[in-house]
């Protein structure tokens, strides 16, 4: 997604595109994006499960 993002930047600052092509290079370009950011976000998330978010203070009774 991230190399489909990338192509579609380099079209659209591609001085030979037409015009008539920007309108539907761009709506993709930013409907990429934003499935880029929430795949990031759910990796993010994914990426360290079990490590609480928030600095927890351990209690060996609670265990």
């Known amino acids: 997604m991230r190399a489909l993002r990338y192509v579609l930047a380099v079209r659209i600052d591609d001085e030979r595109t037409?015009?008539?092509?920007l309108a539907a290079l761009c709506r993709q370009l930013r409907e990429?994006?934003?499935e880029v950011e929430e795949l990031?976000?759910?990796e993010a998330q994914d990426a360290a499960p079990g490590i609480p978010e928030s600095d927890e203070?351990?209690?060996l009774h609670m265990i």
């Open 18 to 21: 037409s015009a008539r092509d």
């Open 32 to 34: 990429v994006s934003v």
């Open 57 to 59: 203070v351990f209690r």
């Open 40 to 42: 990031s976000a759910a």
